[in-house]
């Protein structure tokens, strides 16, 4: 089995900046690794259903995202250290959340097909 642990997440002021952190361990039971699977984010904010935010192929080649964010966050991932990174710039209110990152064997990804799902972290923006 493939977990995933997010972390970094906080209280931050509007304008400001967080990095979130999806650290990885262990292995699928076919035997497949984090650095082969594409990666997500995904966020739920009080009272709203689960979003797509961004993803990543599984060498990073590739990331595309949600259009309220583009320009703002950016996704990253280092395949040797198990992690994947959501760089969140320019924050705002309605970025209050709970932030998800999960793996999975599609590309695209999408939302209702993904393998493995971290606990999620909380990101709360103030004015």
């Known amino acids: 089995q493939v977990d995933l642990v997010e972390s970094g997440g906080g209280l931050v002021q509007a304008g400001g900046s967080l990095t979130l952190t999806c650290a990885a361990s262990?292995?699928?039971?076919?035997?497949?690794?984090?650095?082969?699977?594409?990666l997500g984010w995904f966020r739920q904010a009080p009272g709203k259903e689960r979003e797509f935010v961004a993803a990543?192929?599984?060498?990073?080649?590739?990331?595309y995202y949600t259009e309220s964010v583009k320009g703002r966050f950016t996704v990253s991932r280092d395949n040797a250290k198990n992690t994947g990174n959501l760089q969140m710039n320019m924050l705002k209110l309605e970025d209050t959340a709970v932030y998800y990152c999960?793996?999975?064997?599609?590309?695209?990804?999408?939302?209702?097909?993904?393998?493995?799902w971290g606990k999620g972290t909380l990101v709360t923006v103030s004015s």
């Open positions: 999960a793996v999975g064997s599609t590309w695209p990804i999408y939302l209702n097909r993904m393998d493995v």
């Open positions: 262990g292995r699928a039971p076919s035997g497949r690794r984090f650095s082969s699977y594409a």
């Open positions: 990543i192929t599984w060498n990073g080649a590739s990331t």
